[in-house]
């Protein structure tokens, strides 16, 4: 079954303490993103891949690094959680820009609260 | 920089009745998509709808369909004859072409009444 699979789907942790939330893909796709849900503002990117070791920033980056050594893994890491990056979490996939008419692929996103 | 607008924070319609979601949007692309997403208590993110841009044919699936005015920069959702199982928030969402970013509005909570 073609799928976005992200873990933990829930976590409660302190502030200052690392964390990575992991996302992984079956489907063979170059591109890889992650977003953050927050009540009132929707979805906004928080950093994006194109390809293996291809990342860059989306909208709101700060506080969060990722990684693409595997065309198939983009883990989430947090390296000193703050209360603000309190939020609901989403990896998706898709293929290249341009090679299809546009469809992201979502994980069922992973809940992270910051005391 | 584009944005997307859903002025319509929640909205309530009976069962087997039909209700029009709204969206705007602000751009100075040409080419691009537009998208309805739809958010159930489940939290996943399930795509309702896709409209392409260049297509003047408004899109239809089932009892989802758009009423896409590109010169207005609006995209609504109509959804006909409401089910239960519609009860959910419901996100449109822009993407310029060949760049998979997807800038999203800040929601509608629809509720649909037994």
């Known amino acids: 079954e073609a799928q976005v699979t992200q873990n933990p789907r829930y976590l409660i942790t302190v502030t200052g303490k690392k964390l990575t939330v992991t996302c992984s893909q079956n489907?063979?796709?170059?591109?890889m993103s992650w977003y953050r849900q927050d009540p009132g503002l929707g979805l906004r990117q928080i950093y994006y891949?194109?390809?293996?070791?291809?990342?860059d920033k989306g909208d709101v980056p700060e506080g969060y690094k990722v990684s693409r050594k595997e065309k198939r893994n983009f883990p989430l890491i947090l390296e000193s959680p703050s209360p603000n990056q309190t939020s609901l979490y989403f990896c998706?996939?898709?293929?290249?820009?341009?090679?299809?008419?546009?469809?992201?692929?979502f994980g069922e996103g992973s809940r992270l609260t910051v005391l | 920089a584009q944005t997307v607008t859903q002025s319509q924070p929640e909205m309530s319609v009976q069962e087997a009745e039909t209700v029009t979601l709204s969206c705007t949007y602000d751009?100075?692309?040409?080419?691009?998509?537009l998208f309805w997403y739809k958010q159930p208590p489940s939290r996943q993110m399930i795509l309702v709808i896709r409209q392409e841009a260049y297509k003047q044919q408004n899109a239809t699936e089932n009892r989802f369909s758009v009423n896409f005015q590109k010169a207005a920069k609006s995209f609504s959702l109509k959804i006909s004859d409401s089910q239960l199982g519609d009860t959910a928030m419901y996100f449109c969402?822009?993407?310029?072409?060949?760049?998979?970013?997807?800038?999203f509005g800040t929601g509608t909570l629809l509720a649909v009444q037994p």
């Open positions: 969402a822009f993407m310029k072409h060949a760049t998979n970013k997807l800038i």
């Open positions: 891949s194109m390809n293996v070791e291809v990342t």
């Open positions: 489907m063979n796709h170059e591109y």
């Open positions: 998706a996939s898709s293929f290249t820009p341009g090679r299809y008419t546009g469809e992201l692929f």
């Open positions: 751009t100075s692309e040409n080419n691009y998509y």
